[in-house]
């Protein structure tokens, strides 16, 4: 009997060593594993059944893939940096169809999760704690009959929010509070606007390597530029100024600071325009100048636009976009009958010229923009009086009850059945341009304090230190959910970037990697104790089908030394499902495997080629895939 459960046992760790290795063997000829991810949330937006999640998987799995991460939907369904990534109504006039696929899938993750099982994938969650809401607003006096709560900001209020802050939004991270002396003068009549333009050179960044050398302007080819101001009480609708007022043009010496305040040029000359002997009443909060000129004339709007009352300048909000009504072409709207809170991806230049003044401006939207130093040159810009006193919807993790909320999700997702959780950074609910100024919530201020001895609501605060200390509490997060995950035999894995072993805070030279991106929640995490607690890590840098190795070198380094897989991200919308990206990819030692981002609706798309019927893309890549040696199912 001995002996023959010892040759049982033998028989089992004999199978067990031929599935570990076969396991091991699915790599491509470089030694990397490869899958995909699929963001729930945006993929829902189409119509689907537990069918078509069926077909999903199976592709995956005809792709050789043995893993799939799924992007979660958040707890009510919070709006991404697309507006109508929610819960909206249904009918003929709205294109997207979420609430239906909810409707008809009940638990969108479960399904997802169920389905990937059935076709033998290992199914890993990604959660992204800061998603609680971009933000996007509606006017003052409006309602959104979607959204199950309405928010107070600037520019109206806020909609579309996740469980937590629709019931708490003062959890949300806080900007340091305005003097109450600067903070009554937005209450008074506005008496005159400032309206500046660098017309010397200069040089900012407008993409993945690309530049913009601006050779500047002599004062005669701008002398002829002009400025009108329209005004409004609620965000929603406004009307051209009426009232006498004296425009003066000017030019001068200065300084080019970016949102954040920080010198960019010294001594560059500008064109100034400034509406004096102005009488606004109170009542009007809102303002958008349209400038007019025969060049392209660039700014800073959130440094080099300025509102005066009688008792001096104030603070404002900027903003270059105008909402945009969402609905199906050649279908009239009227902004008096339609029902708020359905809008589209706000729009900037020509477009927000002609929807402004019927529809109103989002502030702040993508924070100071995609690239470089928040220069702008649209003609259109939107000014709000005061500052908003919270960073959209990014909770902060300095609070016991958000870390606690977090922890829910995580239980859940592990209750579920998820194989891991990996933990992403980026978001959409931070988009704000100076956003130096947050962080400035209770618990934090007191962790200064205890730390350095500095009261931060009365002296000047290092924005590394505050960071850092937001990390910290983050951290926390991460040991307890760490815990949990392990205990019920999961992995964890997190996501890292550049930015977190090399911060860098400013927007100077921005590559979408930098802290201050309006994706990121403004921490700096503890990369190295992250290292060291994680299963595996996850970069997801945007790379824009340039891939360099040297980007998180030490943090793949730190993995390596310990064998814990690093994850890279190969963006198909970025144009990175290419050969010489994948090589790139491949030849990376540090690297384990890739994970194809987004692969829906990047890859399950509808565009055919020849005489196939598979989408465009799957084409493409089940071809990269066999040029790389990895071996398909």
Not at 212 to 225: A, H, I, K, P, Q
Request: proline share 5%.
């Amino acid at each position: 009997m001995k002996v023959y459960i010892f040759l049982r046992l033998c028989l089992l760790m004999l199978v067990t060593f031929v599935c570990l290795e076969t396991h091991a063997q699915k790599r491509s000829a470089g030694g990397k594993r490869y899958t995909g991810l699929i963001d729930i949330p945006h993929q829902i937006l189409r119509y689907h059944t537990v069918d078509s999640i069926r077909k999903e998987m199976r592709i995956l799995k005809e792709l050789g893939f043995e893993r799939v991460y799924l992007v979660l939907c958040n707890p009510g369904y919070p709006a991404h940096s697309h507006p109508f990534n929610t819960i909206l109504p249904m009918g003929k006039k709205m294109p997207y169809r979420m609430l239906e696929s909810v409707i008809e899938l009940g638990d969108p993750n479960w399904v997802y999760l169920n389905e990937a099982k059935k076709a033998g994938l290992e199914a890993f969650a990604v959660m992204k704690p800061y998603e609680s809401g971009s933000g996007n607003t509606i006017p003052e006096g409006k309602v959104a009959p979607y959204s199950r709560a309405l928010v107070k900001t600037i520019g109206g209020s806020h909609i579309h929010f996740d469980n937590m802050l629709i019931k708490h939004p003062e959890y949300r991270v806080q900007r340091k509070p305005l003097v109450d002396s600067i903070q009554k003068r937005t209450n008074l009549p506005v008496t005159a606007v400032e309206v500046s333009f660098c017309i010397d050179s200069f040089r900012n960044k407008i993409g993945h390597n690309n530049y913009l050398n601006f050779r500047g302007y002599s004062r005669s080819e701008v002398d002829s530029t002009e400025v009108e101001l329209y005004v409004s009480k609620d965000n929603g609708t406004y009307k051209r100024l009426e009232q006498p007022y004296t425009t003066t043009v000017s030019y001068g010496f200065k300084d080019v600071y970016d949102a954040n305040g920080r010198r960019l040029y010294d001594n560059k000359e500008h064109l100034v325009l400034r509406l004096e002997n102005l009488d606004i009443s109170e009542d009007y909060k809102y303002f958008v100048a349209i400038v007019k000129s025969q060049h392209k004339l660039y700014t800073i709007p959130y440094s080099m636009i300025k509102v005066f009352t009688a008792s001096g300048e104030i603070p404002i909000t900027l903003g270059v976009y105008a909402r945009n009504p969402l609905h199906l072409p050649n279908v009239p709207l009227d902004p008096a009958t339609k029902a708020w809170g359905t809008e589209g991806n706000p729009v900037k230049g020509e477009k927000a010229m002609d929807l402004f003044q019927k529809w109103g401006v989002e502030f702040e939207w993508y924070g100071v923009g995609f690239w470089g130093n928040g220069w702008e040159s649209t003609g259109v810009y939107g000014i709000a009086k005061g500052v908003r006193e919270e960073m959209k919807g990014t909770l902060c993790e300095a609070y016991p009850e958000v870390r606690e909320y977090w922890m829910q999700q995580v239980r859940r997702a592990v209750d579920m059945g998820y194989d891991g959780i990996d933990f992403r950074l980026q978001n959409h609910s931070a988009m704000v341009a100076d956003h130096l100024s947050y962080g400035y919530n209770e618990p934090i201020v007191e962790k200064y304090l205890q730390k350095y001895g500095v009261n931060i609501l009365q002296q000047e605060a290092d924005p590394y230190k505050i960071m850092k200390i937001r990390g910290d509490f983050y951290y926390e997060f991460l040991e307890e959910a760490a815990k949990y995950i392990r205990d019920h035999h999961k992995k964890i894995n997190i996501h890292l970037r550049h930015a977190d072993q090399e911060p860098e805070v400013s927007y100077a030279e921005s590559d979408f990697n930098e802290l201050g991106f309006w994706t990121m929640p403004k921490i700096i995490v503890p990369w190295e104790k992250i290292v060291d607690l994680a299963d595996e890590i996850t970069l997801k840098h945007y790379y824009f089908n340039d891939y360099r190795p040297a980007l998180a070198d030490r943090i793949k380094a730190r993995a390596k030394a310990q064998h814990k897989p690093v994850w890279v991200i190969d963006n198909v919308n970025h144009r990175e499902l290419n050969a010489k990206f994948m090589t790139a990819i491949e030849q990376d030692p540090l690297v384990d495997g890739v994970v194809f981002y987004e692969f829906a609706p990047g890859v399950f798309d509808t565009y055919v080629t020849g005489d196939t019927s598979k989408p465009y893309s799957l084409v493409i890549l089940q071809d990269l895939l066999k040029q790389v040696g990895w071996p398909s199912n």
